[in-house]
């Protein structure tokens, strides 16, 4: 099984719609991170988790919210997606903050026409 | 605030050759760093990191980085690249303490030649 695993891996939504992405891993990361990933961007941050209900903003949150009932699932939330979401969300997760490194999910490509 | 700097958005190489990818990044104190691949329509894995101590550290695949403070850079090398090698490469900065957020640079895609 793989450590992160996200779903869907592809979704097209049209404008003004919610959408939930889903981040499940199996290898008890404490913290949690969603970012998305734009040519010539690189990744940004949109929300992070330390903890089961602890979560706090990343650099892009306008538009996200994410929740985390448990430590194996950590939900993404467009709440009225815009096709400025158009993009790949990646999950991961770390164990620790000591410079562990972080575990990567394999991605959800978001279209919103 | 952290930042990253990948000064080259593509590199072209023939298989054989040396590479080096180049990151420069800014922080107040020494970071944490790091050096990921992400092969087309896939997540990104790690291939080595920084903490402390010795400044050249080896990473899987056989490559390796060079921590160089005075510089602010954190480069990226292999003695010789394989077409597998062909990916994107990201560099990233993370400081010590809470949640260990990393920020990461816009990445080099590189592209091997036969």
């Known amino acids: 099984d793989a450590g992160i695993t996200q779903s869907p891996r592809h979704k097209v939504t049209e404008t003004g719609t919610p959408v939930t992405l889903r981040c499940h891993q199996t290898?008890?990361?404490?913290?949690m991170y969603w970012y998305r990933q734009d040519p010539g961007h690189g990744l940004r941050l949109i929300h992070y988790?330390?903890?089961?209900?602890?979560?706090d903003k990343g650099e892009v949150s306008d538009g996200y919210s994410v929740s985390r009932s448990k430590t194996e699932d950590f939900l993404l939330t467009l709440e009225s997606a815009t096709s400025s979401q158009t993009s790949v969300y990646f999950c991961?997760?770390?164990?620790?903050?000591?410079?562990?490194?972080?575990?990567f999910g394999s991605g959800t490509r978001l279209t919103v026409v | 605030a952290q930042s990253v700097t990948q000064p080259d958005i593509h590199i072209t190489v023939s298989e054989g050759a040396s590479l080096e990818l180049r990151c420069n990044y800014s922080?107040?104190?020494?970071?944490?760093l790091f050096w990921y691949v992400q092969s087309p329509g896939q997540g990104l894995q790690l291939l080595l990191k920084?903490?402390?101590?010795?400044?050249l550290v080896q990473g899987i695949k056989g490559f390796e980085a060079e921590f160089k403070r005075s510089q602010s850079s954190f480069n990226l090398r292999k003695p010789s690249v394989h077409w597998s090698d062909a990916a994107e490469y990201f560099c990233?900065?993370?400081?010590?303490?809470?949640?260990?957020?990393?920020?990461f640079g816009t990445g080099t895609r590189l592209q091997v030649t036969l």
């Open positions: 922080y107040g104190a020494t970071p944490y």
């Open positions: 990233a900065v993370g400081p010590t303490g809470t949640a260990s957020k990393l920020t």
């Open positions: 920084y903490f402390s101590g010795d400044t």
């Open positions: 290898e008890n990361h404490r913290y």
């Open positions: 988790s330390y903890g089961v209900k602890d979560t």
């Open positions: 991961a997760g770390t164990r620790d903050t000591q410079g562990y490194g972080y575990t």
